[in-house]
T-cell receptor, first 113, second 109 residues
Framework: DTEVTQTPKHLVMGMTNKKSLKCEQH?????MYWYKQKAKKPPELMFV???????INESVPSRFSPECPNSSLLNLHLHALQPEDSALYLC????????????FGSGTRLTVV | RKEVEQDPGPFNVPEGATVAFNCTYSNSASQSFFWYRQDCRKEPKLLMS???SGNEDGRFTAQLNRASQYISLLIRDSKLSDSATYLC??????????FGKGTRLHILP
């Protein structure tokens, strides 16, 4: 299995809702990533988990809360988002200091209304 | 200086031509380097890793110059299907993976 699976593919949520994005990989990768991508911009790093521990938080607002239940799963919990948080949220996985690159999921397209 | 810099383009290139992109990075301790391709409304996909010795995959050649802190991508005999955004990706240290802004390529028939 060489894929990263993200669910849901699309999500519309109100500013008072709580929702979660899910990511799963079965490649045995030890690092998992959340990126946010706005239209015509590159992906921006949000969080990195390495060996199931949060290793990088790029000063992301607390309305985004990551969770890594095990080495294959990565969640992003969303609460009280703003319309400007609407974006494509990408999950990726890779080995630390990988020479073989990082595999991305197809993303969750989030719209906050 | 930005961590990873690329010319955003767009590059408008006739089919069959050769096109080259460069990317510079600021952290001399950066450890691994990649070119990704991203099509509109799709996720980035790995095109190739980049090594100091240079590497080639069909029509694509990538090169890393550590002394000057830049990487390059050369596409020969360009095809219409090569039209996409090409993203330079650098593993700055340990787990930090940073994207350049991307270079848009349009191959013209």
């Amino acid at each position: 299995d060489t894929e990263v699976t993200q669910t849901p593919k699309h999500l519309v949520m109100g500013m008072t809702n709580k929702k979660s994005l899910k990511c799963e990989q079965h490649m045995g990768h030890r690092a998992m990533y959340w990126y946010k991508q706005k239209a015509k911009k590159p992906p921006e790093l949000m969080f990195v988990y390495s060996y199931e521990k949060l290793s990088i938080n790029e000063s992301v607002p607390s309305r985004f809360s990551p969770e890594c239940p095990n080495s294959s799963l990565l969640n992003l919990h969303l609460h009280a988002l703003q319309p400007e948080d609407s974006a494509l949220y990408l999950c990726a996985s890779g080995d630390r200091v990988a020479n073989y690159g990082y595999t991305f999921g197809s993303g969750t397209r989030l719209t906050v209304v | 200086r930005k961590e990873v810099e690329q010319d955003p383009g767009p590059f408008n290139v006739p089919e069959g031509a050769t096109v080259a992109f460069n990317c510079t990075y600021s952290n001399s301790a950066s450890q691994s380097f990649f070119w990704y391709r991203q099509d509109c409304r799709k996720e980035p996909k790995l095109l190739m890793s980049v090594y100091s010795s240079g590497n080639e995959d069909g029509r694509f050649t990538a090169q890393l110059n550590r002394a000057s802190q830049y990487i390059s991508l050369l596409i020969r005999d360009s095809k219409l299907s090569d039209s996409a955004t090409y993203l330079c990706v650098v593993n700055m240290w340990d787990d930090k993976i940073i994207f350049g802004k991307g270079t848009r390529l349009h191959i013209l028939p």
